[in-house]
């Protein structure tokens, strides 16, 4: 579904505060399956999950989406792709102030059919938040909004859902939780989900460790 070969990013390229974020990474992700980006703050995850998601263009090295080659598509195009295969989850979670909870989770589907209503009223009962669904996102805390977001990327079953330190704002348990409903909802997306927190990743069918911008073996970094 993804193949990423000999991928390099830099930020500020050329300048005195030039980063290396990504060195060299080649991964094949396959559709379906559960991944974990799992390394330490700074190490790159956001940088890769913005690459793949093709929010930000590599420096150097090629990203496939199916057999297309992302590098090259328009603007409009990927925003097209982002919209119709795509689902984000940021540790942001972007909500829109003057509309309430409910309203905010069908906004990638722009509809209130009853069936998008009734699986957003669905998500947003396992998430523990049906009796806050007519209020407004201000009137929620930190964790209840990130929960919202969650239900959000959902309501449109995305193909790939890229997952970015979701669970920062939340309890351990609601964590857990969290990341059950996601695994629930996401009917055969690929999940994709950046974390410095392995004990999230426990369904992950594969965890790939990144380390100073380079994808390492387990061996290597010693756990
Ligand atoms: N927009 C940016 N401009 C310059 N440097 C950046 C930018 N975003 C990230 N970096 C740097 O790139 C490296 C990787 O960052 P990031 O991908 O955010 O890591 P992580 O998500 O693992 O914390 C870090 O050294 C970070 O400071
Ligand atoms: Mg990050």
Same mark, same amino acid.
């Not at 080659?69 to 598509?73: E, P």
């Not at 330190?165 to 939340?170: C, K, Q, R, Y």
């Not at 410095?196 to 069918?205: F, G, N, R, T, V």
């Given at each position: 579904m993804f193949k990423i070969n000999n991928v390099n990013l830099i930020y500020?390229?050329? =300048?005195?505060?030039?980063?290396?974020? #990504?060195?060299g990474i080649s991964l094949k992700l396959e559709k379906e399956k559960f991944y974990g980006i799992l390394g330490p703050s700074g190490s790159g995850k956001s940088s890769l999950l913005y690459i793949l998601s093709a929010l930000k263009k590599p420096t150097s090295g090629e990203v496939y989406y199916h057999e297309q080659?992302?590098?090259?598509?328009g603007n409009e195009k990927l925003a097209q792709l982002r919209k119709q295969d795509f689902g984000f989850i940021f540790? =942001?979670?972007?909500?829109?102030?003057? #509309?309430n909870i409910l309203q905010n989770v069908l906004v990638p589907v722009n509809s209130s059919e009853v069936k998008y209503v009734n699986r957003a009223k669905t998500i947003l009962n396992e998430l523990g938040l049906s009796a806050h669904i007519?209020?407004?996102?201000?009137?929620?805390s930190g964790g209840q909004c990130q929960r919202v977001a969650i239900a959000r990327a959902l309501i449109n079953h995305p193909k790939v859902i890229f997952a970015d330190?979701?669970?920062?704002?939340?309890d351990h348990k609601s964590a857990k939780k969290a990341m059950k409903v996601i695994d629930k909802y996401r009917d055969g997306a690929t999940l994709i989900v950046v974390t410095?927190?392995?004990?999230?990743?426990?369904?992950?069918?594969e965890i790939i460790h990144i380390w100073d911008g380079e994808v390492k073996d387990k061996k290597e970094i010693g756990d």
């Open positions: 500020d390229l050329k =300048k005195e505060s030039q980063t290396y974020a #990504l060195k080659l992302l590098n090259n598509i540790q =942001k979670h972007f909500l829109i102030n003057y #509309l007519y209020k407004k996102p201000y009137q929620l330190e979701i669970t920062a704002s939340l410095h927190d392995p004990s999230i990743l426990k369904e992950a069918d």
